[in-house]
């Protein structure tokens, strides 16, 4: 059984500030990676994937893969109250995804 | 384009009642996914389709069945509702598998069984 181990949080960071949201798995052999961004009574939507070691940036936002420690980080950068929402790590199986629980962003302004 | 829709967005069920959750996307992806999603849980795979003719099991798929009716649409049944099944359903699709493909999800819908 595939894990995906994730903080639930809430994580607060002030406006303005640096969130880093960090999510482990457990399947050595994982390949591909990805951010889902859930607000409160919506669906998740896709903020970044990556693949491979190293950083991923997307704006704000960055991507952060660790192969070797089986770590994934996601840095949101100048946070804005419009970021809190559930942050969800997702990592790929043969024909699915396994989801971590999320971990909830609270940005105060 | 729709995206992914889905129906109903509510219902209400009792105990022992079956219902049928509608999905269909507009992306002429293969893959098609059902989920549950619970307080503290996470979303928990109920069944896939990776192409149009095949379905598999997921992680929670005790009390359901499916049905990919076309490449467009795939249902989830409830052929007799539990309070257990009370939750939060999406269903998502995708290109291909998930493994290099990101998953656009429906907007949902929140079934209460009493």
Redesign the interface.
């Known amino acids: 059984q595939k894990e995906v181990e994730q903080n639930s949080g809430p994580l607060s960071v002030p406006e303005g500030a640096i969130a880093s949201l960090n999510c482990t798995y457990s399947d050595r052999g994982s390949q591909s990676f990805f951010w889902y961004r859930q607000y409160s009574g919506k669906s998740p939507e896709l903020i970044m994937f990556i693949y491979s070691n190293g950083d991923k940036e997307d704006g704000r936002f960055t991507a952060q893969l660790n192969k070797a420690s089986q770590y994934v980080s996601l840095l949101i950068r100048d946070s804005q109250p419009s970021d809190s929402a559930t942050y969800l790590c997702a990592v790929n199986g043969y024909s699915t995804l396994t989801f971590g629980k999320g971990t909830m962003l609270l940005v105060s302004p | 384009n729709a995206g992914v829709t889905q129906t109903p967005k509510f219902q209400v069920l009792k105990t022992g009642q079956s219902m049928t959750l509608q999905c269909a996307q507009d992306m002429n992806h293969n893959?098609m996914?059902w989920y549950r999603q619970d307080p503290?849980?996470?979303?928990?795979?109920i069944y896939?389709s990776?192409s149009e003719g095949t379905t598999?099991k997921?992680e929670v798929p005790n009390g359901y069945n499916v049905s990919r009716l076309n490449k467009r649409e795939f249902s989830l049944r409830l052929e007799s509702a539990a309070p257990s099944q009370t939750s939060v359903y999406?269903c998502a699709s995708s290109e291909a598998?998930?493994?290099?493909n990101?998953?656009?999800?429906?907007?949902?819908t929140r079934l209460t069984v009493l």
Do not use: H, I
């Open positions: 893959s996914y503290g849980m996470g979303l928990r795979l896939y990776a598999d997921g999406f598998g998930a493994g290099n990101e998953q656009f999800f429906g907007p949902g």
